[in-house]
């Protein structure tokens, strides 16, 4: 279990830190998807720090603070969410499987967390 603990604790690192990265340097493809579903770009650097803190967070409990990585994945669940609640109150669901990806793998880190 541990193992498994690692692998998708360490992809949810990789993923939120590399779309944390695309939100704050403000690429196209998510300018397009914000606009898609009306999130103003003036919320794209909260969002990409949102996004920067829970990849922290979760290399902080794998790194020795097993509460900050359990914060960190609640966070993140919550922040996925979200994400997909906004994508259907605009009805798009042509991208709703990327949040819909972010967020399994946030809750993936959640229920292996072996600090709960």
């Known amino acids: ?8 604790t360490s992809t949810t690192i990789l993923l939120n830190a590399g779309i944390a990265a695309a939100d704050l340097a403000r690429a196209k493809f998510v300018l397009a998807n914000s606009a898609a579903v009306q999130v103003p770009e003036s919320w794209l650097p909260v969002l990409g720090s949102l996004k920067a803190a829970g990849a922290l967070g979760l ?7 097993p509460l900050v990585g359990v914060a960190a994945a609640i966070g993140l669940v919550l922040f996925f969410i979200g994400a997909v609640i906004a994508h259907v109150r605009v009805g798009e669901y042509a991208t709703i499987a ?3 990806l972010y967020l399994a793998f946030a809750v993936a880190t959640l229920v292996l967390d072996p600090a709960l």
Do not use: F
């Open 59 to 65: 290399l902080l409990g794998l790194l020795g603070a």
């Open 98 to 100: 990327v949040p819909g």
């Open 1 to 8: 279990m541990l193992t498994a603990h690692l692998l998708v």
